[in-house]
């Protein structure tokens, strides 16, 4: 799973990169989480959408919440970039609203949204 590592403004990013959904269940984002936060020492990573399966996108699979949680337990604040205007889910959408809330996880258009993003939360 390739990862950049970026540091802007004294704060480490990991930024996800690569073709190919990466993320397509709960161990292979506590894989992410555990390298991100071990091997490269960041706490904040920038993920593509492309690179999530869209499962995650249906809340009723719970993969979401098995998703963020990994991320919850090991400190990591995530932001996801891309397109989302295809989804037209309610529930969805409130959950992207609610955890651009948070402070914890954002779904953004763009990487560098995303890095603006997780540069703001502390």
Avoid: H, W
């Amino acid at each position: 799973m390739p990862i950049a590592l970026r540091n802007m403004n004294g704060t480490d990013i990991a930024i996800l990169t690569g073709p190919g959904k990466q993320i397509i269940d709960a161990k292979s984002a506590l894989d992410l989480a555990i390298t991100v936060k071990y091997e490269t020492g960041a706490a904040k990573i920038a993920i593509d959408k492309e690179a999530i399966t869209d499962e995650f996108f249906i809340l009723s699979s719970g993969l979401a919440g098995e998703i963020l949680q990994k991320f919850v337990n090991y400190q990591i604040q995530a932001a996801i970039y891309g397109d989302f205007s295809r989804y037209t889910s309610k529930p969805l959408r409130d959950f992207i609203r609610e955890s651009n809330r948070s402070g914890q996880f954002f779904f953004v258009p763009t990487q560098e949204d995303a890095i603006s993003a997780l540069l703001r939360c502390q």
